[in-house]
C-alpha cells in the first residue's frame, strides 16, 4: 500500500511537470536549465531573473501551475547565482520571486532541524526564513549565524540585499562558544558585516566561570546608544567609549572620532569627561611614506579636580602637554630624527591618574638630531638638539650641538693601498665640534658654548716578531665662553698636546705611556687677603688675563698568566672538560710636579687670623682651573679569572652544540701607593668579585674597601698611623656591598613538559629554547609600573620567581655606626590553572621594616574576555585597579575599568 502511494505520487508529480512543459515553456526553461540564459531585457520572463534556479529535493516536488507554486520536501536546496537555500521544506513563489523555507519539528514539537542560508556575506540558521530572490531581502525567526567578525542571534530578522541585517532583540559575539562567554545585547540592533554594529540600546554582559562552574550572567557597561567597530582594516568612525571610577568619581574616557584618510594617514581626536567636572582634550595625527619619513604629534589639556572646593583636600589643576616624533630618511646617508615632549601647568601625581612610572621619572626630555655621511662613511656630520624639564620645580636645561668627524686619513699612500714605506703608516684624524647650553635655574638664565677642533696624527711600526708600537700625537684646541647671572661672566682657552705610545713587548706584554701638556689662557684670576676689620677673608677678581700651563706622564704595563687543568673526571660526571685561571697583573705609574709649589706662580698666599700662612689657587674660579698637586703613584691591580670549559650537548636531532666557555669567577683587589705625599701614601683596597658558578640564573655581585691607616679618634679623619698599630685589625672597613640575583621558572604537576624537567624547574637536558631566557640582572622594580604585564601571560610557564638582595654598608665617618641599607625586590607569578594567574612584586626594607610599593595582580584569562585585579596595599600610592576586556582584535578597545585610592574607597 505504502509502495502505491509512492509511485501515485510520482506519476502526480511527472504528469504536473508533462503539462508545465506545454502550458509554461517559459518558466520550464528557466527552472529545468543549468545553462545561464543570455539576452536583452525583452528576454526575461516577468520575474525579471536573467539567472538559472537550480532545486533538489529528496522526497518530493509538487508543483502548482494555477498558483505558480513549488513546493520542495526533505533535504531540499535552492541555488540562485551566488545564494542557496538548505532546508527541511521549501516553497517557491513564482509570482512573488519568494522563497519560504520552514524547520522540522518532532512529535513533541522540537526542532530536529533548521533551514540554513548562505550566500556571499556568510551563512546562518533560522526556524523559519522568508527571502525575495529578486530584491534580495528576506526575513527570519529565531536566527543564529557566524559572519566573518563574530556570531549574532535574534528573535526575528531583516536582511537587505546589501547584506545588512536588521534585528530584533539582537545578540552579538566573538565568542566561538556554543554557550558564549559574553556577548552584547541590543532591542534593535544593525549588523553592517566588515563594518560596525549598531544597537539601541547596547548591554554588555560577562558570565565568569571561575573555577568549574558558570556564574549567572552579568550586565555591564549598559549604553542607550552604542555602536562597534568589527572591520578588521582601518575605517573612521567613533571611537568605543570607556567607563571608570576613580579620585574623579564616575568618568567616561575615549569620547571622540577616528579619521582614516587613507593607508598613509590618520587623525584621532578624543576626550574624557568625569561626572565632577574633570575633562581632558586630545589629539593624534599620524603619517607614513615607507622607505622615507613616518612620525605623529599629539597633544592634549587636561583639567583635573578633586574634592569639592570647600575641602580643605580640594585639587584644581590644569595642565597640558604635547609631543612631535617624526623620522625622516632623506636618503641612505642623511636621515633626521626629532623627539620633542613639551608640557606646562600643574600636574596631580597620582598613581591612578597617570603612568605610575613617571612618579620616579619626574622629567620630560626631548631631542633631535640630523646625520649625514660623505664619501661612503668616511665623513660625518651631526646636529643635535637636548632638551630636559624637571616636572617638579620646571628648571629647564636645553643643549644644541654640531660635529664632525672623519675616518683615519693616510695621505702619503697611493689609490689607498698599504706599501712598504714608512709614510704610508702615517696617518691623519681631524675632528670638530660645537656645542651651546642654556638653562633656567629658580628663574636665572644661563648659558654655556664651547668650541672644540682637534687632529691626531698616528704612526705604526713593527720592530719585530712579538715588538709593534703605535705612536700617536694629538693637538686639541678648545674654547669656552660661560655667562653665569650670579657670578662674573668668563672665558677662555685649552691647548691640549697628549702624545702616547702603545706598545707589544716580547708577544706577551702590553706597555702603554702618555705624556699630556696643557696649556690655559683665561679672562680672570683671585687674590686673596685676610680683612682684620671685617674678620673674614676677602676674594678679589682681577680681570687680567694670563695663562699657566701644566703635564703629566701616565705609565702601565699589563700582561695575562694562564693556567689550565684538564678534568677527564668532571667530564663524565658534570660535562666540565677543563677548568682554566687567568691572571691579569696591571702596573701603572703616573707623576705630576708640584704646581701648587712656589716655583710656579699659580698658588698664592695670605696670612689667616692665626697669622699662618694659607696657599690658594689663583684659577679657582676661572672657567679652567685644573691646576695638579704633586703626585708620583704606583698603582697595582690584580684579576683572577676563573673560567670552565663545557662540552657541548646532544640535540634531539643528534647533532652536537660546540663546547661553551663558562666564567665561574671573577675576582680583582687594587690599590696605589703615593711617593710624592708626605702621608697616607697608600689608597684604599678595593676588592670586586662576580660569580654565577653556583647556577646560571643565580648572580653574585660583592665589592669592599678597607684602609690600612686609622682615624683620630675626635675628628674621624685618617692618620698617618696604621690601624693595626691603633687598637685595630690589619684593615679598617669604610664600605661594601653585596647583590645577589636569583631567577627560577618551571612546571607544575605532570605535564610532558615538566617531565622533561629536574630540580628547580629547569630543563633535564640543561636547555630551554622553548621559552623566553631569564637574565639574573635584569631589573624587577620596573614591572610594578608597567599595568598590562598581565596582558602577556605564557601559560607554558606556571610558575616564575625573581629575586634580588642588595647589602650596602659603609662607614665613611668611622665614629658613627655603620649605614646600612638592606633592600630585597621580589617577583613572582603562578598559574594557579589555565585561567587564574596571581602575581606579586614587591621591594621590602629589611633595615626599616617596611614594604616599597608592594603590588599583587591577579588575572584571569576566560578565553574570549580577561579580567585584571591590582591592589597596592600599604604605601603612599595604596590603590586598587579593576579592568575587564574583551580580546578579540577589533574589541580591544573595550574595557570596563574602575580605580582608586584605598583611602577614599573605604
Given amino acids: 500500500m505504502l509502495l502505491s502511494s509512492r509511485f501515485t505520487l510520482k506519476l502526480v508529480v511527472l504528469s504536473g511537470l508533462l503539462l508545465s512543459v506545454v502550458a509554461c515553456m517559459p518558466v520550464f526553461s528557466q527552472v529545468k536549465s543549468e545553462t545561464k540564459v543570455s539576452g536583452s531585457k525583452e528576454d526575461r520572463d516577468k520575474s525579471g531573473l536573467d ?57 513533541l514539537g522540537k526542532v530536529t532541524e533548521l533551514p540554513v542560508f548562505t550566500d556571499k556575506e556568510g551563512a546562518f540558521e533560522a526556524e523559519s526564513m522568508k527571502y525575495n530572490y529578486a530584491t534580495r531581502r528576506g526575513r527570519t525567526v529565531n536566527v543564529s549565524s557566524e559572519i566573518e567578525e563574530g556570531y549574532y542571534t535574534g528573535a526575528n530578522v531583516k536582511r537587505l540585499e546589501t547584506g545588512e541585517l536588521y534585528i530584533r532583540d539582537g545578540i552579538y559575539t566573538t565568542c566561538p562558544k556554543e554557550d558564549p562567554d559574553f556577548w552584547f545585547y541590543g532591542k534593535d540592533m544593525k549588523i553592517i558585516p566588515n563594518d560596525k554594529v549598531v544597537a539601541r540600546p547596547l548591554v554588555l554582559y560577562i558570565r565568569p566561570k571561575p573555577f568549574s562552574w558558570r556564574l549567572p550572567a552579568v550586565p555591564l557597561v549598559p549604553l542607550p546608544f552604542m555602536f562597534l567597530p568589527i572591520k578588521s582594516e582601518r575605517t573612521s568612525g567613533f571611537l568605543i567609549p570607556k567607563f571608570g571610577d576613580d579620585d574623579r568619581g564616575v568618568y567616561f574616557s575615549n569620547l571622540g572620532y577616528f579619521w582614516a584618510f587613507n593607508d598613509y594617514m590618520d587623525l584621532r581626536a578624543e576626550g574624557d569627561l568625569a561626572f565632577n567636572g574633570s575633562w581632558r582634550l586630545g589629539q593624534r595625527f599620524r603619517y607614513k ?97 637636548q632638551r630636559s624639564q624637571d616636572l617638579r620645580d620646571d628648571d629647564l636645561i636645553q643643549s644644541v650641538s654640531a660635529s664632525y668627524f672623519q675616518q683615519r686619513v693616510y695621505p702619503f699612500r697611493k689609490d689607498g693601498t698599504a706599501q712598504d714605506d714608512w709614510r704610508s703608516r702615517f696617518s691623519l684624524t681631524p675632528s670638530a665640534s660645537a656645542n651651546a647650553e642654556y638653562a633656567t635655574l629658580d628663574d636665572l638664565n644661563f648659558s654655556d658654548y664651547d668650541i672644540d677642533a682637534g687632529l691626531r696624527m698616528a704612526y705604526k711600526q713593527d720592530f719585530g716578531k712579538g715588538f709593534s708600537a703605535d705612536f700617536s700625537q694629538r693637538v686639541n684646541l678648545e674654547a669656552r665662553v660661560d655667562n653665569n647671572p650670579v657670578d662674573e661672566d668668563r672665558w677662555g682657552t685649552k691647548l691640549e698636546l697628549p702624545f702616547s705610545i702603545n706598545s707589544t713587548l716580547f708577544k706577551y706584554f702590553n706597555v702603554n705611556g702618555s705624556f699630556n701638556y696643557y696649556n690655559y689662557y683665561v679672562n680672570s684670576y683671585v687674590e686673596k687677603y685676610y680683612d ?66 712656589e716655583g710656579y706662580d699659580y698658588y698664592g698666599t695670605y696670612i689667616d687670623s692665626l697669622n699662618q700662612p694659607v696657599r690658594y689657587n689663583k684659577y679657582q674660579d676661572a672657567i679652567y682651573s685644573n691646576i695638579f698637586e704633586e703626585r708620583s ?54 676588592f670586586l668579585a662576580t660569580s654565577n658558578a ?151 626594607d629589611i633595615q626599616e621594616h617596611e614594604l616599597i610599593y608592594p603590588q599583587i595582580n591577579l588575572y584571569g584569562d576566560f578565553d574570549c574576555w580577561d579580567m585584571n585585579f591590582q591592589w597596592v596595599p600599604t604605601g603612599e600610592y595604596s590603590s586598587y585597579f579593576f579592568q575587564i576586556g574583551i580580546k578579540a582584535p577589533h574589541l580591544q578597545d573595550i574595557r570596563f575599568r574602575q580605580s582608586g585610592r584605598l583611602s577614599e574607597a573605604s
Fill in 51 to 107: 539567472t538559472t534556479i537550480v532545486y533538489t529535493a529528496r522526497d518530493s516536488l509538487v508543483y502548482d501551475i494555477t498558483e505558480q507554486t513549488m513546493e520542495l520536501w526533505g533535504q531540499a536546496s535552492v541555488r540562485y547565482e551566488d545564494m542557496k537555500l538548505d532546508a527541511p521544506k521549501i516553497l517557491v513563489d513564482y509570482d512573488t520571486s519568494v522563497f519560504d523555507a520552514f524547520a522540522a519539528k518532532d512529535s
Fill in 532 to 597: 682684620d676689620s671685617l674678620e673674614e677673608v676677602v676674594t678679589k677678581t682681577i680681570d687680567d688675563p694670563s695663562s699657566f700651563s701644566v703635564y703629566s706622564l701616565d705609565l702601565d704595563a699589563q700582561t695575562r698568566l694562564y693556567g689550565t687543568w684538564y678534568t677527564p673526571m668532571l667530564e663524565d660526571l658534570i660535562g666540565v672538560k677543563a677548568l682554566r685561571h687567568t691572571i691579569i697583573p696591571n702596573l701603572t705609574f703616573s707623576y705630576s710636579p708640584d704646581f701648587s709649589g
Fill in 694 to 844: 653556583l647556577a646560571p640564573n643565580f648572580l653574585l655581585r660583592a665589592g669592599a674597601t678597607h684602609d690600612i691607616y686609622s682615624f683620630d679618634r675626635v675628628t674621624g679623619e685618617r692618620i698617618d698611623k696604621l690601624n693595626v698599630n691603633d687598637r685595630g685589625g690589619l684593615l679598617r672597613f669604610v664600605q661594601g656591598f653585596v647583590n645577589m640575583s636569583l631567577s627560577m621558572k618551571g612546571k607544575i604537576g605532570n605535564s610532558d613538559m615538566a617531565k622533561r624537567r629536574g630540580a628547580g624547574g629547569q630543563a633535564a637536558d640543561g636547555s630551554d629554547e622553548d621559552e623566553e631566557q631569564m637574565t639574573a640582572e635584569k631589573a624587577i622594580y620596573k614591572e610594578r609600573y608597567d599595568r598590562d604585564f598581565y596582558r602577556y601571560v605564557d601559560n607554558r610557564l606556571p610558575w616564575q620567581l625573581r629575586l634580588s638582595l642588595y647589602l650596602n654598608s659603609n662607614r665613611y665617618d668611622p665614629l658613627e655606626p655603620a649605614n646600612t641599607t638592606v633592600l630585597l625586590n621580589t617577583s613572582a607569578k603562578v598559574s594557579l590553572n589555565k585561567t587564574w594567574h596571581l602575581s606579586l612584586n614587591t621591594g621590602y
Fill in 289 to 385: 611614506k615607507r622607505y622615507l619619513f613616518d612620525g605623529y604629534f599629539q597633544g592634549e589639556y587636561e583639567r583635573y579636580i578633586l574634592s569639592h572646593p570647600d575641602d580643605p583636600d580640594y585639587v584644581d589643576y590644569g595642565n597640558w602637554n604635547f609631543e612631535l616624533v617624526h623620522h625622516h630618511r632623506f636618503d641612505p646617508t642623511a636621515k633626521l630624527d626629532l623627539n620633542l615632549y613639551y608640557q606646562g601647568g600643574r600636574r596631580y601625581y597620582d598613581v591612578n591618574s597617570i603612568n605610575p612610572e613617571s612618579i620616579i621619572n619626574e622629567q620630560a626630555n626631548s631631542y633631535a638630531s640630523f646625520s649625514k655621511t660623505f664619501d661612503e662613511g668616511k665623513r660625518s656630520i651631526a646636529v643635535g638638539y
Fill in 633 to 686: 703613584a704606583v698603582g697595582i691591580s690584580i684579576q683572577n679569572l676563573l673560567q670552565a670549559k663545557v662540552k657541548g650537548k646532544v640535540t634531539p636531532e643528534g647533532k652536537v652544540t660546540d663546547d661553551k666557555i663558562l666564567q665561574l669567577l671573577s675576582l680583582s683587589v687594587s690599590t696605589s701607593y703615593n711617593f710624592a705625599a708626605d702621608s697616607l701614601r697608600l689608597a684604599p683596597l678595593t
